[in-house]
């Protein structure tokens, strides 16, 4: 895991936005249909989040969000890779391990993305996630999901 440090002459200073990461990660990897875990501790009340899906403001709203997409999750973990501090912000590489009752029948599927953080306070203000939504949806659908597959093999 690669980071960048917020103060070069001390090199074993910890960035102190790396507490929210670390709970940012906790919570990625807690999180299902039944439990959200606890927002408040990662996710300041103005939060902006965007993904390939959708884009919402405010604690509220994220919550409902996560409720609806996590709603037929049968499992969902993530394997963090490479995370960049620097100063207010954190970019985290992931794969997400996903099992969902209405994507190839629940068998499992793995997602490359990343995460990029904007930090205040101790908290998320900002969270955008880049993934490719054929690899989470298009290629898994039937009929859809071969036609997809082929053309990215053939496409290039």
């Known amino acids: 895991m690669s980071q960048a440090r917020t103060d070069t002459s001390d090199a074993t200073r910890i960035p102190p936005c790396e507490g929210v990461v670390d709970r940012f990660r906790e919570l990625f990897n807690q999180m299902s249909s039944r ?6 501790l990662v996710y300041g009340k103005t939060i902006e989040f965007t993904d390939p899906f959708t884009s919402v403001k ?7 969000y996560f409720e609806g997409a996590y709603s037929n999750v049968i499992e969902c ?8 501090i ?12 996903l099992r969902h009752k209405r994507i190839r029948r629940g068998e499992l599927i793995q997602v490359d993305g990343i995460s ?4 205040e306070n101790g908290r998320v203000i900002l969270h955008r ?24 093999k053939n496409a290039a």
């Open 116 to 119: 990029r953080l904007r930090l």
């Open 35 to 40: 439990n959200l875990g606890d927002l408040d």
């Open 86 to 97: 620097d100063d207010d912000n954190a970019c985290l590489t992931w794969v997400m391990n």
């Open 129 to 152: 996630d880049y993934f490719d939504a054929g690899q989470l949806l298009y290629e898994n659908l039937p009929v859809l999901g071969s036609a997809v597959r082929w053309l990215r």
């Open 77 to 84: 973990r993530f394997e963090f890779g490479d995370t960049v």
């Open 58 to 64: 405010g604690l509220d709203a994220l919550r409902e």
